[in-house]
């Protein structure tokens, strides 16, 4: 259910929640503090609106999301467009930043889902550096490959026994959010993020891009110069496809479902 401090736009027929950083800590606090079923939150960039457009599947993922997040500064300014607002933009990395500040202040304990051993333990090392009293609950890097059922099952009950309040999932859009779907009935976590590459950037592995490529709208090319085998399909591929598509939909010239 979208939270009343939202107003939820579509671009390109995906939902996007209009919404403020500390809005965002706000709503999760509260979903922690009333120990609420599993709540979800998509972090959605142009890639992730794309993926919406082409599977009708994936599009269903985002709209079951409790928050849909635009994580990308090009998908912030279409929502900003849309709404008629200020352009508001949710990065993965802020927003994993500020909610262990909060975590730390309030006792919230989280748990990291995905990636390899090396970057959660550089993660974690890195995240108690900056805020010592974090209740990291515990972490858990899967096989690089389709998971048996069982092999879920037990991912789920070791998430479940370490008793987090939030599960970063970072398993790379689409699974990370295909994996919250598929899962979140049976997490006892009252929130799951699909939080993408921002645990590379908490590790150190990844550098995030400096403030003005952000503020331009110019991290895709950070990104492709950081990362070019991962990236360069979302980047120079689905990146034009969405602007060409996004400006159809803000201006009304073309109607998206």
Known sequence: MMPDTSSRVHVLGVPVDVLGMNDVLRIMERWIVEGSPCRSIALTNSHGIIEGRRRPLFKTIL???????PDGRWTARAVARKAGSPTS????ADLLWEFCRLAERKGFSNFFYG??????????????????????????????????????????????????????VALGLPKQEQWIYDHRSKLHASVAVAVGAAVKFASGNVRSAPEWAIRSGFEWLWRLIQEPRKVWRRALIYGPQFAAHALLDVYGLRRYE
């Not at 933009?89 to 993965?92: K, T």
């Open 89 to 92: 933009q949710i990065r993965g």
């Open 63 to 69: 709209k079951s999301a409790d928050l849909s997040l």
């Open 115 to 168: 990636d390899t051993e090396e970057t959660l333990a550089q993660c974690r090392r890195r995240l108690l550096a900056h805020f010592p009293r974090l209740r990291i609950a515990g972490s858990y890097s899967p096989p690089f490959r389709v998971l048996t059922p069982q092999e879920e099952a037990r991912a789920v009950e070791t998430i479940n026994a370490a008793s987090p309040d939030v599960v970063w």
